[in-house]
């Protein structure tokens, strides 16, 4: 794999990204939301991330402005680039389906809120967050910059740090001994069994 070719499988996984969220970002702003628990840190990383995984590789990729933190190039890392790519988008398409109205892209709950605990749910706690970091470690594979490659996982670790621990107090508030039980039988980010 060249590096021109990796540059443009980088573009069609973010393509894939918006085309799969577009629909349940439409059907998410139809449901009610009854308790928000948004804050400006929140805010303030999700811009990062859309900084660190879209703003930054786009830049360095039309532009080269980052070319000095360039390291040398090789076709297995292209490839393994491309299989995280494609596990990042099956993860993060499954994630979208089971987690379905439940789904918001900040910390809320919905009208009729359910505990999802099926599907990609029923041994990981945050598989859309196991999918972010796979998109950020498939930027690192497939962009070889010191910089414009490692920005997308430094703002999910912004992202995921910050947030975890409250989403899950969260749906604790909400759901009590159901989600503590859940918790007991499910892993944060890879499966338990
Ligand atoms: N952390 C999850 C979901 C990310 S979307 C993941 O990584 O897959 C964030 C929203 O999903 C939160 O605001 C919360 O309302 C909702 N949520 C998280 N886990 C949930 C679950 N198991 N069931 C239902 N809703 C959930």
Redesign the pocket.
Known sequence: MTEDFAAVLWALGMGAWLIIRQPYRVKARKTKVVND?RSLLERTTLGLCIVGLVAIPALHLLTGVFSFANYGWSPVQGWLGAAVMISFLVLFYL?HKH?AR?????????QD?????HG??SR?????????WLWGLSQALLIPNWIAGFAGLASVALLYFS??TK?EA??RA??GAD?DA?CARTGRLVPRF
Request: overall charge positive; aromatic content about 18%.
């Open positions: 628990r994630s987690l439940n789904w918001s892209v900040t910390l809320e709950i919905r809120h359910k505990l999802v605990d990609v749910y990981i706690r945050h598989p859309m967050y196991t999918s972010f947030r975890v989403e969260m749906m909400q759901f989600y859940y």
